[in-house]
């Protein structure tokens, strides 16, 4: 095995990884120009520039938190914790809508639905199946209104829309591939209109960097105009190893814009609805590069999740299956983490930036949470294994798993002091 050192890095022999089979979404598109009207804001706050109409918000090492950001000790509401309970079986999307409830898809029941805020089932909103009232593959669930829940279902290749007291209205993709097949429903725009990421790609590129798009959708017309594009894949070798820790890019919608970085470069980008850059944030991060015991870290919790998400399987079968995927992956000890494991918005303009952890599949640990004018507000560490789906105000809608890792909706409220040091 060859050794490969750098940076700071332990040396050693690289160790056998590859690239998380997550998708991954980014943009880095603009450069600054000529700096005018600087101020500062004490020595270890921000400096503010204006480029060529674009807000530049800089730190010179990493920003420190001007808030104390936390959750409530209890949720506000949960279900399915308990007995006569939903039996959820793989909550993957979620929202809350304007009374508060919450709207989740269940991929093992293959049911959307909805959970008041008395920690009851509200009413199943869509049942398994493929006829014009039903869902088979939710992969976005957006609030349009405080009445109106957008819902795409890609596998039926339609966009519902959900309203109280209405039969549902579906909007077909099937006639706009680019859309049901490799766009996704993120947000919305101040004007009602539906925003959209690209959410899938072919890997056979040749580029360094394959380009994703972002679009603003004609609902009525189910016509996407392409506003901007990004970042979104790094290429990976035709052959061997890669590495497991390897950079990916993340795109996501904030309040009504869009927020894009990759996770080599400490560097937010905000663009409004029509594509025009609006923001970027920049610091400066210790890097940190793994090492052999990160590396041991990392096989451990790959080998218990492939004993968990494979319950069918014995423990030597899951063993010997993990140990066949780790084949595919090789340590790079001169390549540093990814600054941030996922990137995600919320209806008040906040960007949520997951904090990277090594372990796997094990989800993300914390949050980083940056105001929408570049104020780094604090750190929220999440409770054990609980998965964030969306954010609504000051209301966290996630997914929550007990010992025997069953799933359950929760809601806490998110609670934000300021510090000592900072202005209210």
Not at 7 to 30: D, E, F, I
Not at 217 to 231: F, K, Q
Not at 343 to 351: A, E, F, N, S
Not at 404 to 416: D, G, H, I, Q, R
């Amino acid at each position: 095995m060859r050794s490969t050192a750098a940076n700071g890095a332990a040396s050693g022999s690289p160790v056998r990884a590859g690239t998380m089979p997550a998708l991954v979404l980014s943009t880095l598109l603009v450069a600054a120009g000529a700096c005018a009207d600087v101020s500062s804001v004490g020595s270890s706050g921000p400096t503010f520039t204006d480029s060529a109409g674009v807000r530049i918000v800089g730190y010179d090492g990493m920003p420190e938190p001007v808030r104390t950001v936390a959750l409530s000790e209890e949720p506000l509401f949960r279900h399915g914790h308990r007995d006569g309970d939903y039996p959820f079986q793989a909550i993957v999307q979620g929202a809350l809508d304007g009374d508060g409830r919450a709207v989740v898809f269940d991929r093992g029941s293959q049911e959307l639905v909805r959970v008041s805020t008395d920690g009851a089932i509200d009413t199943v909103l869509a049942r398994s199946g493929q006829g014009p009232e039903e869902v088979t593959q939710v992969i976005s669930v957006v609030p349009l209104d405080d009445r109106v829940i957008l819902v795409q279902d890609r596998a039926n290749g339609k966009i519902m829309r959900l309203e109280e007291g209405r039969l549902p209205e579906s909007h077909s993709t099937m006639t706009v591939p680019e859309i049901g097949r490799r766009m996704r429903l993120v947000g919305i725009d101040d004007g009602g209109s539906p925003l959209l990421i690209t959410s899938a790609f072919n890997t056979g590129f040749e580029e360094p960097w394959l380009q994703g798009h972002m679009a603003r959708l004609d609902l009525a017309a189910m016509e996407a105009d392409t506003v901007a594009t990004y970042d979104l894949a790094r290429r990976r070798p035709r052959s061997g190893p890669t590495n497991p820790f390897g950079h990916f890019g993340r795109a996501a919608v904030s309040g009504p814009s869009f927020v894009s970085a990759r996770s080599d470069i400490p560097e937010l980008t905000w663009r409004d609805p029509d594509g025009t850059v609006r923001q970027i944030l920049r610091w400066a991060p210790e890097p940190r590069y793994p090492d052999e015991a990160d590396w041991r870290e990392f096989t451990e919790g790959f080998t218990e999740n492939m004993r968990r998400i494979n319950p069918q399987m014995s423990q030597d079968e899951a063993r010997q299956f993990a140990e066949r995927q780790l084949e595919r992956f090789e340590l790079r000890t001169d390549e540093p983490y990814p600054l941030f494991a996922d990137l995600r918005g919320d209806d008040q303009g906040r960007v949520w930036m997951g904090v990277f952890h090594h372990g796997g599949m094990m989800g993300v640990p914390a949050y980083d949470l940056i105001a929408s004018d570049g104020t780094w507000l604090g750190r929220l560490e999440l409770p054990s294994g609980f998965r964030v789906l969306d954010v609504r105000d000051r209301r966290v809608l996630g997914v929550l798993p007990d010992e025997l890792e069953v799933e359950s909706v929760a809601v806490y409220e998110l609670v934000m002091e300021p510090r000592d040091t900072a202005e209210p």
